[in-house]
């Protein structure tokens, strides 16, 4: 269709479909959907994929380097700046003397939380942690099972699922946000609002978070492959005021200062269209997907 229209089109990847339904959506037919996959994205006038792991994946796939964009995801400022102070939204939340950990998304099994559920059991100190997970998922039960068998379901809560945008009024209260583990080629949206609302950030250090996240500055990193490390760093962070400020004040300042936000991403795929000699007030409709 692109090629019988002339029409310039732009696509956004933010994950090898491929690999991800191979792994956890029993695929079928999987030489028909390589081929698709890896069709769609060669015939793209540009490839915008999230990370540049993600943009190895192109490469692999002989996408021609000049076509490959890679563009983060990024926030809504103005979404941010109406937020409650941590504070107030902890307050709110009846967490008012509670250091909170909190995590956002669909809660499955390789996420892990169950190591700061085992955490928070093992380290009842003052201020008292408590673990807010804003939203759902087939890893609830086993979760809220743990909780009861470690003695702690009074420090775990389950928002359920929210709606979109309330989702923020809850992760402004996380004094502590947890990205407890990623899949390799992702770009979270999570960990942009959990930058965008200052939240001091556990992240495991892979190499496309390492891409947004500096140890240390915005963010405390820890080994993936080194099970004693997520605890580690989650009782430093937590034990430590002065550094949980100092990543919380470099959180904020990572949005302005690398320009994570959906404005600037507009901009920049606007500019790609101009590349293609497609102007902003064009009669011939770009596409992007």
């Given at each position: 269709m692109?090629?019988?229209l002339?029409i310039?089109?732009?696509?956004?990847?933010?994950?090898p479909?491929?690999?991800e339904?191979g792994?956890?959506g029993?695929?079928?037919?999987?030489?028909?959907?390589?081929w698709?996959e890896?069709?769609?994205?060669r015939?793209?006038?540009?490839?915008?994929?999230?990370?540049?792991?993600?943009?190895?994946?192109?490469?692999?796939?002989?996408?021609?380097?000049?076509?490959i964009?890679?563009?983060p995801?990024?926030?809504?400022?103005?979404?941010?700046?109406s937020?409650?102070?941590?504070a107030?939204?902890?307050?709110a939340?009846?967490?008012?003397?509670?250091?909170?950990?909190?995590?956002?998304?669909?809660?499955?099994?390789?996420?892990?939380?169950?190591?700061a559920?085992?955490?928070?059991?093992?380290?009842?100190?003052q201020?008292?942690?408590?673990?807010?997970?804003?939203?759902d998922?087939p890893?609830?039960?086993?979760?809220?099972?743990?909780?009861?068998?470690r003695g702690i379901?009074?420090?775990?809560?389950?928002?359920?699922v929210v709606?979109?945008?309330?989702?923020m009024r809850?992760?402004?209260?996380?004094?502590?946000a947890?990205q407890p583990?990623?899949?390799e080629?992702?770009?979270?949206?999570?960990?942009?609002?959990?930058?965008?609302l200052?939240?001091?950030?556990?992240?495991?250090?892979?190499p496309n978070?390492?891409?947004?996240?500096?140890?240390?500055e915005?963010?405390?990193?820890?080994?993936?492959?080194e099970?004693?490390?997520?605890?580690?760093?989650?009782?430093?962070?937590?034990?430590?005021?002065?550094?949980?400020?100092?990543?919380?004040?470099?959180?904020?300042?990572?949005i302005?200062?690398?320009?994570f936000?959906?404005?600037?991403?507009?901009?920049r795929?606007?500019?790609l269209?101009?590349?293609?000699?497609?102007?902003?007030?064009?009669?011939?409709s770009?596409?992007?997907?």
């Open positions: 692109r090629r019988l002339r310039p089109f732009l696509l956004e990847v933010n994950a479909l491929l690999q339904r792994r956890y029993g695929l079928r037919l999987t030489r028909l959907a390589r698709s890896e069709y769609v994205w015939g793209a006038d540009f490839a915008l994929p999230v990370t540049h792991v993600l943009a190895n994946y192109l490469r692999r796939a002989n996408v021609p380097e000049s076509r964009v890679v563009i995801n990024g926030v809504d400022r103005a979404k941010f700046q937020q409650p102070e941590r107030a939204a902890k307050q939340l009846g967490l008012g003397e509670k250091l909170v950990l909190g995590f956002t998304g669909f809660v499955r099994d390789w996420h892990r939380l169950e190591r559920i085992d955490w928070i059991a093992d380290h009842p100190g201020p008292e942690p408590h673990l807010l997970i804003t939203g998922g890893a609830r039960q086993s979760l809220e099972k743990r909780a009861h068998d379901t009074h420090a775990i809560t389950f928002t359920g709606g979109r945008e309330e989702v809850y992760v402004a209260a996380y004094d502590v947890l583990a990623v899949m080629y992702a770009s979270p949206l999570k960990l942009f609002e959990y930058l965008a200052g939240c001091a950030i556990i992240a495991p250090a892979t978070i390492c891409e947004v996240l500096v140890n240390e915005n963010s405390l990193l820890f080994d993936p492959f099970e004693s490390s997520f605890n580690q760093a989650l009782g430093r962070v937590c034990s430590d005021d002065a550094l949980r400020e100092r990543i919380s004040r470099g959180a904020r300042r990572t302005e200062e690398r320009q936000t959906w404005e600037h991403n507009a901009r795929v606007l500019q269209f101009e590349q293609l000699g497609v102007g902003v007030h064009t009669t011939r770009p596409a992007l997907i």
